[in-house]
């Protein structure tokens, strides 16, 4: 008998479990919106032009080895990273308050980062801090901040189903009502899975309760130029933020907007009050790294690294980024256009208002069956759709199958 005998069966991933039902599934038309990746109008995957000029640079590279990157991770990437994410001419950088964590992917940056405000901050150890996330959300955050040792992690109103949009009064009172020092995880852009965010004047009143009432901001930027295709707009939260003085975390990944998805390139960005801070902040988390993966992989940052370092480059990856949003926001505008023309019942308006690869179509989850079953078409038990399951070709087929899903299942 073995000795994990009692070990019981994990459920699958939601969305992994998803996507080997539909690549089991025979039906001709099939279509999969669930995968939380790009895809082109042929629903293949893309690697950026630029990512493969990079590779073949690194390759004739004659100088770069094999050898151990730092424990924190590429020094050029870090900083480069950093400094997408708070724009050129940040005065936080300027004042040498702010530092990076290599990271594999954004899930990393979130875990290291979640480990660190576990051991030192509101106290030591401190494992009772409420830790907010919004309702509803990624589902690794939970699962993050509650294997990093938090007792108490519990949702902020985000999304409202009846108007289909932000819950602006429930967030700003449940910010209120939070304990002083509560953490919260905050989606820079492109929130997933709904797709909604704040306006900028909506954000700037997020950033004064927060600021007044003295909470953890802890963002997490997966989709920044992907969401909107402009680098400074996908950032704006973030960096207003900062120019409020507040400290925080940035957890970066480079997987949609480099396409890098299984080479897992992330960044945990640190904005401290000041760079004594900054040193003894970063000189803690290089332990937690230590014994976490202890050293990151190189070729993901390297691609990363060069392309944001060089101007050329630099540009091209920005056109290559703003092609990958520029299709979403077509198939948003044909997505919502079609089903309008067809006389689905409801209003469709928040499928435009939405922004970055996800939308919260507003199908519950009988018509979610429905359309799995019956249509083939794959989708999340939420309602969630990933946009770049749709193409030219398609379309028309999942706009059908959401009008019958909406006309024949209550």
């Known amino acids: 008998m073995s000795v994990f005998t009692e070990v019981p069966q994990a459920p699958p991933v939601a969305v992994f479990k998803l996507t080997a039902d539909f690549r089991e599934d025979t039906y001709p038309q099939k279509v999969n919106l669930g995968v939380g990746a790009y895809r082109t109008d042929d629903c293949q995957p893309w690697v950026l032009p630029v990512v493969k000029k990079v590779e073949r640079l690194i390759v004739e590279d004659g100088s770069l ?15 480069a990273a950093s400094k997408v994410a708070l724009g050129d001419g940040s005065p936080a950088i ?14 990393g940056a979130l875990k290291i980062g979640a480990e660190f405000l576990r051991r030192w901050y509101n106290g030591v150890n401190n494992t009772a801090t409420p830790v907010y996330v919004s309702a509803p959300t990624w589902e690794n955050h939970n699962g993050v901040f509650a294997d990093a040792g938090f007792k108490d992690i519990r949702p902020y109103r985000y999304w409202d189903a009846a108007k289909r949009g932000l819950d602006l009064s429930g967030l700003l009172d449940d910010l209120e009502k939070a304990p002083e020092h509560s953490i919260f995880v905050l989606h820079a852009c492109a929130h997933n899975p709904t797709g909604t965010d704040p306006s900028q004047d909506e954000w700037k ?29 996908d950032a704006w939260a973030i960096r207003y933020f900062v120019s409020q003085g507040f400290e925080l975390f940035i957890a970066q990944s480079f997987s949609k907007n480099f396409g890098l998805y299984n080479e897992r390139v992330g960044n945990l960005t640190v904005v401290a009050h000041d760079s004594d801070s900054l040193t ?39 056109g290559n980024v703003k092609t990958m949003a520029d299709r979403v926001l077509l198939m948003r505008d044909q997505l919502k256009a079609k089903l309008q023309a067809l006389g689905t019942p409801g209003t469709w308006d928040h499928i435009t ?19 799995i079953k019956e249509k083939h078409v794959y989708l999340m038990a939420s309602g969630r759709i990933n946009m770049c399951g749709l193409t ?19």
């Open 353 to 371: 208002q939405q922004i970055g690869m996800f939308s919260f179509t507003g199908l519950n989850p009988k018509q979610v069956e429905y359309m």
């Open 205 to 233: 009143q997020i950033a004064d309760v927060m600021k007044r009432r003295n909470l953890f901001v802890f963002f997490d930027s997966a989709y920044q130029g992907f969401a909107s295709g402009s680098l400074e707009k």
């Open 65 to 79: 080895n094999h050898e151990y990157l730092p424990i924190l991770g590429l020094p050029e990437f870090r900083s």
């Open 94 to 107: 300027t004042e040498s308050r702010v530092g990076g964590v290599q990271a594999l992917g954004g899930t």
């Open 392 to 410: 030219t070709k398609n379309i028309d087929y999942v706009v059908q199958s959401i009008h019958d899903a909406v006309t024949k299942v209550q």
């Open 280 to 318: 003894r902040i970063l000189s803690q988390m290089e332990k937690i790294v230590r014994t976490t993966w202890s050293n990151p992989p190189s070729q993901g940052a390297r691609v990363v690294s060069k392309t944001l370092n060089c101007p050329e480059l630099f540009d091209e990856w920005k």
